[in-house]
């Protein structure tokens, strides 16, 4: 698997290195639009309404359009914007996990610690798990900022895109459902009904049946000598590294600077703590602003 992204998580002042990964696929079956008469491909071009030609991706821009009014905005524009050129999660605050409303949660990642970077990711994870809290976070992505949660998946961490609160819709319909009486016995035997099918969820124990269907139909086909396309192997991901400072005073420098307080956590740690710590991890003390994560 392929990295899409790589950046930090801004945990107060710590900074932990991480790699961002699809938690998803499609498992639909691809089609082509055909010309039924010869099988021919049909394809889209990319026509310019003013001179005609066919454009390619390297000549094409970005443009808003309001009262018959054009900006065109470059690639270059695009990604000197401060929040697209950021390559941090910036954790905002942390929540009760049931205050999170499913139908605001999107697409899915995994996130991969840095090798220098495990104990403030592990750090993180148990203390998201411990306290039942979920963290809302802000980053960007596809030159888009986007609000997310982080939340625990296993022994790992997921990042989950969240909507806007402009972008969820209100139903017109809202408030005006009729209503209808419901009998004693009619709630009892859909009580009883829920019960009979009630168990532990297995999402293994459902099918797609359409696309398993429609995968034996195109292998039936294949296996006509119809054609095979092979796809190229993907490059390997570059190795990216991270640099090595002291959890503690990140966490501490990250206390006293919420807090406004001066109490010295670090010192309270025993002999035995600093014993069997696994040696500096990944984070960072810094001084008069949050610390930002270079480009992965």
């Given at each position: 698997m392929r990295s899409m992204w790589a950046g930090a998580i801004a945990f107060g002042l710590v900074n932990v290195p991480v790699k961002l990964y699809t938690a998803a696929s499609s498992h639909d079956v691809p089609l082509h639009q055909v010309h039924h008469a010869d099988g021919g491909r049909i394809r889209y071009q990319r026509r310019c309404e003013t001179c005609g030609e066919i454009?390619?991706?390297?000549?094409?821009?970005?443009?808003?359009?309001?009262?018959?009014?054009?900006?065109?905005?470059?690639?270059?524009?695009?990604?000197?914007?401060?929040?697209?050129?950021?390559?941090?999660?910036?954790?905002?605050?942390?929540?009760?996990?049931?205050?999170?409303?499913?139908?605001?949660?999107?697409?899915?990642?995994?996130?991969?610690?840095?090798?220098?970077?495990?104990?403030?990711y592990l750090l993180l994870r148990s203390t998201l798990e411990q306290t039942a809290r979920t963290a809302v976070v802000k980053y960007a992505l596809r030159q888009r900022t986007r609000l997310g949660v982080l939340r625990v998946r296993g022994d790992l961490m997921v990042l989950q895109s969240l909507l806007w609160a402009d972008e969820v819709r209100e139903p017109e319909f809202a408030g005006q459902v009729p209503t209808a009486p419901v009998t004693a016995a009619e709630q009892a035997m859909a009580n009883l009904l829920v019960a009979q099918l009630s168990e532990d969820f297995d999402p293994s124990m459902y099918v797609d049946d359409y696309q398993v269907q429609l995968r034996e139909l195109v292998e039936a086909r294949l296996a006509a000598d119809e054609g095979v396309i092979t796809a190229e192997p993907a490059p390997a991901p570059a190795a990216t590294g991270g640099e090595v400072i002291d959890l503690m005073a990140a966490l501490q420098a990250s206390l006293e600077r919420k807090r406004g307080g001066s109490r010295d956590w670090a010192a309270e740690t025993t002999a035995a703590d600093r014993a069997t710590a696994d040696g500096p991890a990944a984070g960072r003390a810094a001084e008069g602003g949050e610390h930002r994560a270079t480009r992965g």
């Open positions: 454009v390619g991706y390297e000549h094409i821009d970005k443009a808003y359009e309001a009262d018959g009014r054009r900006v065109v905005l470059t690639e270059a524009e695009l990604e000197a914007l401060p929040a697209e050129a950021a390559h941090e999660i910036q954790v905002l605050q942390f929540v009760p996990s049931e205050q999170i409303d499913p139908l605001t949660l999107g697409t899915a990642y995994y996130l991969e610690p840095d090798k220098k970077a495990a104990k403030p």
